[in-house]
């Protein structure tokens, strides 16, 4: 079965610290970029990182440059969200998308297309 599995997430103090990973089953994340997207309730989906299927290119949404740092490890078909310095805004289920056709990460980023694939989410909660 293809697919995309995101682990990692749970409830965090704000300003602590959390590692997200978005692993392929069936298929090599090699050719694919791949996008960090979350959604908090009553909100829209944001675009919250993504890299470029060589690691090379990366891109952040504003709310949270400084602080997430996207990263791949195609040996391990698997790519990763740090995430430092967590506030309560951060609150959301967060997605990762693989895609294959994209022209830039901004582009994906904006999420303004469809997607190869999709993971079902994992819960981030920032809370004391």
């Known amino acids: 079965q293809l697919q995309l599995v995101e682990s990692g997430g749970g409830l965090v103090q704000p300003g602590g610290s959390l590692r997200l990973s978005c692993a392929a089953s069936g298929f090599t994340l090699d050719y694919y970029a791949i996008g960090w997207f979350r959604q908090a309730p009553g909100k829209e989906r944001e675009g919250v990182s993504c890299?470029?299927?060589?690691?090379?290119?990366?891109n952040y949404a504003d709310s949270v440059k400084g602080r997430f740092t996207i990263s791949r490890d195609n040996a391990k078909n698997t790519v990763y969200l740090q995430m430092n310095s967590l506030k309560p805004e951060d609150t959301a289920v967060y997605y990762c998308?693989?895609?294959?056709?994209?022209?830039?990460?901004?582009?994906?980023?904006?999420?303004?297309?469809?997607?190869?694939?999709w993971g079902q989410g994992t819960q981030v909660t920032v809370s004391s």
């Open positions: 998308a693989a895609d294959a056709g994209i022209a830039t990460v901004q582009t994906m980023c904006a999420g303004r297309q469809g997607f190869d694939y």
């Open positions: 890299i470029s299927s060589g690691g090379g290119r990366r």
